[in-house]
């Protein structure tokens, strides 16, 4: 399994980006998406993630609100549509897959994961 993240860039505070992270490979079965991000001198951290399946999603509290998962099944690909960017959700956004019908906050949990996208929010 391999994901490509893409759409980070820079942006004004209060802004918009759509990340997205492409799924490719042989997958079977349920399995989860979710996004981590990791500011500098900072742990990574956890954003969101989608079921495949069912589309059950789940946020971060940071994120709550602001943040938008959804998923399109024939392309494969995970979106990430953020609003109201903020200075404090500057970092470098990865995506992950799990291979299990459940989402996960840990990234302990995920089996694979795409290279990072850079957001940058100014003030």
């Known amino acids: 399994v391999q994901l490509q993240a893409s759409g980070g860039g820079l942006v004004q505070a209060g802004g918009s980006l759509r990340l997205s992270c492409a799924v490719s490979?042989?997958?079977?079965?349920?399995?989860?998406v979710g996004w981590f991000r990791q500011a500098p001198k900072k742990e990574r951290e956890f954003v969101a993630a989608?079921?495949?399946?069912?589309?059950?999603?789940v946020y971060a509290d940071s994120v709550k609100g602001r943040f938008t998962l959804s998923r399109d099944n024939v392309k494969n690909t995970v979106y990430l549509q953020m609003n109201s960017l903020k200075p404090e959700d500057t970092a470098l956004y990865y995506c992950?897959?799990?291979?299990?019908?459940?989402?996960?906050?840990?990234?302990?949990?995920?089996?694979?994961w795409g290279q990072g996208t850079q957001v940058t929010v100014s003030s």
């Open positions: 992950a897959f799990r291979v299990s019908y459940y989402t996960s906050n840990k990234d302990n949990d995920y089996d694979y």
């Open positions: 490979g042989r997958f079977f079965g349920y399995y989860a």
């Open positions: 989608i079921t495949w399946s069912g589309g059950s999603t």
